[in-house]
């Protein structure tokens, strides 16, 4: 046997094995023992916090609803069978007196209860703490959200029921569910207490608060709180973190959970997982605790990693004494000097089964780089297409540059050059990547084919659908140009049906400025999207126009903003065709045009948003989507002529006769009352709508805000007052609804530019 293989591998394998046998054994044993008992501590008190959070849900929740149950049902004062037969038409005061009892148990378990329903099925009428008094409640669309309580007692032959949660929008007079919405779970029982609910004629209802199932789980178990859901009878989830789940089947595989153990370890989506639940007693819930064994497990993990941190390390200091006391019988000096010997020798007879080892990983070594000269040439074309990219951002220094240049197969004698940029991409938008790709390389194959008397073209894609063409000529001359451009323009056309467009830089002298004409070719390519009809771009004056410090006037904007907010849709398609014809003929530079077109369409949809427009087909209107897709100026004004002509439209069949004779009464018992509380909650009671939706009827349909309007009619009424001049500031101030005379001398002069004193000597001075 050879020296190398029976003395340096021997040691070294009989020294190793001996610490790996001995470092093992004692890492097993603690490894056992640690993790047994630990995992079963870990395990017991998890067990113990998910009873005391299943108990304080019962006793904090579940048992304050019923509760709540209990002391309507009980409550001598109400009659809670008011509404079970037609007698209550004549007992409006007993309605108020039973409304107000709802509504003092919410308030009384704000923390618990959202709201409390009473409903009559025999004669569909709802009495809520939310929502009044509801007579045929099946055909208000907020109920909805009360449906599954409703419809569930109905056929239920119980006296109870907990629903699974849902979630109700927080403005009660909106079914839009939104990030703020209530996620809501409703116990219902029939009235009188034994009653089923398909005999009961009378349903009381709790809509509790989702929120303070999970508030109490959040604090008695806040590191698990992300893990930890609620699952009702058919598997539906009651609470959890994530909000947008609940109401829903569970995602969890129920058949890793096993019934007969309180908490066990399973795998969920391939990884594995430590699952707890206790089960609440009065509703058959289970609250479920899903934490990552990983998680769970983190301080028994830590331990584990520590005793094989310290086997590791036994082993490292042992595998060091291992090669300390092989090297001692072996030099490796010999083996280098052998090693360098057989290289001369061209494999010489001692050499052993190491040295042809390494005399393979030579040879393989310089096959290796035989294959990177072929890869180099084979990957040519894309180093070429690299090198053009730097060179368009001038990223390349002078010693770089005599390094890349050979993979251009450019020879020294041209000393102009010049960039043009080819945009075809409103053309290639509509076509699959695999035909955008053969046209725009068929298009670059075309050029560098062309024959070019003393010049020299080089053409490459860029990301961005454009295609850049390098030419190398002798002296400046855009005849050269104008041939290359007109071809593109023709071969588009013919051979693949794309309409392009082209422009090109100023001449540069060396190859590594070619960035400065790219440079100003990409300035004139920026005013393709203005002018669409014009194929060839290389007017000098739009530099000048880039260069200028000119914006577009301030009323243009102002006066499409003004024939959006009339809905005027003849005038406003007149703005826009201004607006866009300011950007194509202005002196103004193509980013300002930009972000005035940006900064239309902002305008636009801030309106949209104010009066909650939503489009009749689109779930979802984004208008800047819709705007980014648009290839050009003339497609950005019908777009955008379209589009709010559309919307006039629907705004105009959306305004009911309801909201104008609404605003009309508002408008007569103002102007009636000028002295009395014209607050927007005291109108709104007497023309019985909401004081939200009264505001936004009077900004819609009149343009001013409330406060405004009725500010104005005093002021009106005041100046009326003070012309007759027959009663003093203090009695008009009185007359027109304002407290003091300070105030209203200071809301006179902000409406008329004078206090009432100056008005009235005026009028005394004219007279």
């Known amino acids: 046997m050879k020296k190398w293989n029976s003395v340096f591998i021997n040691l070294a394998i009989s020294y190793i094995s001996v610490v790996l046998v001995v470092v093992l054994l004692l890492c097993s044993i603690f490894y056992i023992y640690f993790s047994r008992n630990y995992k079963e501590d870990l395990r017991n008190g998890n067990r113990l916090i998910l009873e005391n959070t299943a108990q304080t849900i019962e006793t904090a929740v579940l048992q304050r609803a019923q509760q709540i149950y209990l ?112 996620a809501l779970l409703t116990y219902a029982h029939s009235y009188g207490f034994q009653a089923s609910g398909e005999n009961s004629d009378v349903f009381i209802a709790i809509d509790v608060k989702e929120s303070a199932i999970s508030e109490i789980i959040r604090n008695m178990m806040p590191s698990q709180y992300e893990d930890t859901f609620i699952l009702n009878r058919s598997g539906n989830l009651i609470s959890a973190a994530d909000k947008g789940k609940l109401g829903f089947r569970s995602d969890y595989d129920a058949s890793m959970i096993r019934e007969e153990a309180g908490s066990n370890s399973g795998t969920i989506e391939k990884t594995s997982h430590v699952v707890s639940y206790q089960t609440l007693p009065s509703t058959g819930w289970k609250i479920y605790s899903v934490v990552p064994s990983g998680s769970f497990y983190e301080k028994s993990i830590f331990i584990q990693k520590l005793i094989l941190g310290i086997c590791l390390l036994a082993i490292l200091i042992g595998i060091v004494l291992s090669g300390i006391l092989a090297r001692a019988n072996y030099s490796p000096i010999k083996r280098l000097t052998a090693k360098i010997r057989g290289l001369s020798d061209h494999a010489p007879d001692h050499v052993t089964n190491e040295y042809r080892l390494i005399d393979t990983a030579f040879v393989k070594l310089n096959d290796k780089v035989n294959s990177l000269e072929e890869t180099l040439e084979a990957n040519r074309s894309v180093i070429k297409h690299n090198v053009v990219l730097n060179l368009l951002s001038n990223g390349y220094t002078d010693e770089e540059w005599v390094e890349e240049r050979p993979f251009l197969g450019i020879s020294s004698e ?60 002798n002296q400046e001359s855009d005849d050269p140009l104008e041939r290359i451009s007109q071809f593109v323009i023709s071969e588009s056309r013919e051979q693949f049906r794309l309409d392009v467009q082209i422009s090109w830089g100023c001449w540069v002298q060396e190859m590594t400025d070619v960035h400065r004409s790219y440079k100003e070719a990409q300035t004139f390519m920026k005013y393709a999207y203005f002018l669409p009809e014009i194929s060839i771009l290389n007017d000098r004056k739009l530099l000048d126009r880039e260069n200028s410090p000119d914006e577009i006037p301030q009323a243009i904007l102002e006066r499409f903003k003004d024939k959006l907010h009339a809905r005027q849709p003849r005038e406003l398609a007149t703005a826009v065709e201004q607006l866009v014809a300011a950007t194509r003929e202005g002196m103004y530079s193509a980013d300002h045009c930009r972000f005035i077109l940006v900064n239309t369409v902002f305008v636009y949809s801030e309106y949209l948003k104010s009066v909650r427009y939503k489009h009749p087909e689109q779930e979802s209107l984004d208008l800047y989507n819709q705007y980014a897709l648009l290839h050009d100026i003339r497609s950005f004004q019908n777009w955008l002529v379209d589009s709010a002509t559309a919307f006039i439209v629907h705004m105009e069949k959306r305004n009911s006769d309801r909201a104008v004779s609404s605003i009309e009464a508002a408008k007569q018992y103002i102007h009636g009352h000028l002295s009395e509380d014209l607050s927007l909650e005291a109108v709104s009671t007497k023309v019985f709508l909401s004081p939200k939706y009264l505001s936004k009827l009077f900004k819609e349909e009149i343009g001013v805000t409330y406060t405004d309007y009725v500010t104005s009619h005093r002021m009106e009424r005041a100046k009326a007052l003070l012309e007759k001049n027959n009663m003093t500031i203090e009695q008009i101030a009185n007359t027109v609804g304002y407290a003091t005379a300070a105030y209203f001398i200071k809301k006179f002069k902000e409406m008329h530019g004078c206090t009432p004193g100056n008005y009235l000597r005026n009028i005394t001075e004219q007279t």
């Open 71 to 182: 002391d309507i049902s009980l409550n001598k004062n109400v009659n809670v069978r008011l509404f079970a037969d037609s007698s209550f038409q004549n007992n409006h005061s007993k309605v108020i007196d039973l409304q107000e009892l709802l509504k003092s148990e919410v308030i009384g378990n704000s923390d618990v209860v959202q709201a409390v329903h009473l409903y009559y099925p025999g004669q569909n009428v709802l009495l809520s703490s939310l929502y009044g008094l509801k007579f045929n409640a099946d055909q208000d669309s907020r109920m909805a959200h009360l449906a599954d309580w409703t419809y569930g007692m109905r056929g239920n032959k119980q006296s109870s029921l907990w629903t699974a949660t849902r979630l109700v929008p927080q403005d009660t007079y909106s079914n839009l569910l939104d990030s703020g919405s209530n």
């Open 414 to 473: 041209y000393n102009r050059f010049c960039c043009l940029i080819l945009d075809s991409s409103e053309a290639l938008a509509g076509i699959s990547s695999r035909n955008m790709q053969y046209a725009v390389y068929g298009i670059i194959n075309q050029l560098e084919d062309t024959f070019l008397p003393d010049c020299r073209i080089i053409a490459e894609a860029l990301p961005d659908k454009k295609v850049v063409v390098i030419v190398c000529a």
